[in-house]
């Protein structure tokens, strides 16, 4: 079974953005931009397009497919 990995954190920190300013540039709640980070919430397709367009990189920058051994 794979699970998600993210670095969303680590874009988020380069580019300058609180959860609070990443939230509002792309329409949701701070505690979303929080439960994903912390890997308790997958986003929608959309929801990875838009964190990517306004952290301008790509979705396979932010998320990773992971194997379970």
């Given at each position: 079974m794979a699970g998600?990995?993210?670095c969303l954190r680590d874009h988020?920190?380069?580019?300058?953005?609180?959860?609070?300013?990443?939230?509002?540039?792309i329409g949701v709640s701070r505690k979303t931009?929080?439960?994903i980070e912390n890997n308790v919430f997958t986003p929608s397709t959309?929801?990875?397009?838009k964190l990517a367009r306004c952290?301008?990189?790509?979705?396979?920058?932010?998320?990773?497919l992971e194997d379970d051994v």
């Open positions: 998600l990995s993210n988020r920190d380069r580019a300058g953005l609180t959860q609070a300013d990443l939230a509002e540039a931009i929080n439960t959309l929801l990875a397009l952290l301008g990189v790509s979705v396979h920058d932010i998320f990773t």
